[in-house]
């Protein structure tokens, strides 16, 4: 079993990371980030690993800095959130049939995991993975997310290569689909615009048949 724990120290150049963050910072999270959302969710979005200044500062994946703008107003667009704005745990947002998680729980130096760590932490997203129903969507946010999948679920690489707004039929009747991520260096250098990705959840909202929302008439 690899139930997820902030007590979590599998990674020593993390854990020691993260000791010289709290020092640093002593009103910061600083800890293993948990996951977001219902475990039994039928859309599971995968991102690399907190951000200095946004999860690992407040302790929620995506939910205090630049790369949740577009990932919380695009949830709220297709009525996956309760809201459009992630701001701290307190902000009251809700997810509707989603759960956000990281290949890697705890924040990198320089934002970069080493193979070897995101291996070690592989185990609590393959756990996730198992608690989803069998017909979930995954969406992996990058190339390492993207990975990190596949080596949870035991697949090969060269079987299933990443491409933004790719698709991928896995084994069990769950479907990948791959994304950049919307990192704040992506939004702003235009490689992932807001269409971009709403194209992906266009093709997500059809696996899991949510319907339309039809725009409120002017009073």
């Not at 640093?24 to 475990?39: I, N, R, T």
């Not at 745990?89 to 997810?95: H, M, S, V």
């Not at 596949?150 to 990443?162: D, N, T």
């Not at 059809?206 to 929302?213: Q, S, V």
């Amino acid at each position: 079993m690899h139930d997820f724990s902030t007590d979590c120290r599998r990674c020593r150049r993390l854990a020691r990371h993260l000791e010289e963050v709290r020092e640093a910072h002593p009103d910061y999270h600083a800890l293993p980030v948990p996951p977001f959302g219902s475990a039994r969710a039928r859309l599971l979005i995968v991102g690399l690993a907190p951000g200095m200044h946004g999860a690992n500062r407040t302790g929620r994946p995506f939910t205090g800095d630049h790369a949740g703008i577009l990932l919380y107003e695009t949830l709220h667009r297709y009525g996956l959130a309760s809201q459009a704005m992630a701001t701290g745990i307190g902000d009251g947002l809700r997810l509707k049939d989603c759960r956000i998680t990281n290949a890697v729980k705890c924040l990198p130096p320089e934002n970069r995991p080493l193979p070897d760590e995101v291996r070690r932490c592989n185990g609590y997203l393959a756990q996730e993975i198992r608690s989803l129903p069998r017909d979930a969507v995954i969406l992996a946010l990058g190339l390492i997310a993207h990975d990190a999948v596949l080596l949870a679920l035991g697949l090969k690489r060269s079987q299933y290569r990443f491409r933004h707004g790719a698709r991928h039929s896995l084994p069990g009747g769950m479907a990948l689909h791959d994304s950049y991520h919307c990192s704040r260096y992506n939004t702003q250098t235009r490689r992932l615009t807001p269409q971009m990705f709403r194209r992906v959840f266009d093709a997500i909202r059809n696996d899991l048949g949510i319907p339309r929302r039809r725009p409120r008439r002017a009073l």
